[in-house]
């Protein structure tokens, strides 16, 4: 299964969402690694962006250096975890989702047409209200961290 994942991974691995959602989120990630998925991700995005900030400060917690290593190692050079695209190789947004997605989330839905995804993930209310009256599959986070705990 491929998965696209919002900036919430990181938000919850630097602790910004509290000690339990860290530990949630850290388990949910260890155990994503142990099942056949994959995450997608796409270059110099927010989510990009997030994981390289926290992995220049991580070094300050234990908890999100483990966390930045356990990605680096297990997902950032493994194409068999991570498919990592580039802008270029993003899709056209679908024109029944045009005006319907705010800027800033356009990568993702974009990086979930590129990717054949089968689930994004995301914390954002009004985006998975929007994605959920069309053909893209959604998930919201709690779910998420539920079946992969």
């Known amino acids: 299964m491929k998965l696209v994942i ?6 919850d691995l630097w602790g910004e969402n509290g ?3 860290q530990s949630e989120t850290l388990a949910a990630l260890q155990n994503l690694f142990y099942r056949c ?12 962006e997030k994981f390289w900030m926290m992995a220049k400060e991580a070094r300050t917690d234990a908890v999100r250096r483990f966390a930045v290593k ?27 989702l045009e005006g319907q997605i705010k800027d ?7 990086a979930y047409y590129a990717s054949c995804a089968d689930f994004l993930i ?12 069309h053909d893209v599959k959604c998930q919201h986070r709690a779910e998420f961290v539920r079946k992969y705990r």
Do not use: G
């Not at 998925?37 to 990009?48: Q, Y």
């Not at 995301?122 to 009256?133: C, G």
């Open 70 to 96: 356990f990605f680096r190692a297990q997902f950032l050079w493994n194409a068999e975890k991570l498919e990592l695209l580039d802008e270029c190789q993003l899709a056209q947004l679908p024109a029944h």
């Open 6 to 11: 919002d900036e919430w991974l990181w938000a």
């Open 122 to 133: 995301t914390t954002d209310e009004p985006l998975i209200e929007a994605l959920s009256a």
């Open 19 to 21: 000690r339990e959602c």
């Open 104 to 110: 800033d989330d356009l990568y993702l839905v974009r």
């Open 37 to 48: 998925d994959m995450l997608v991700a796409v270059r110099d995005s927010p989510f990009w």
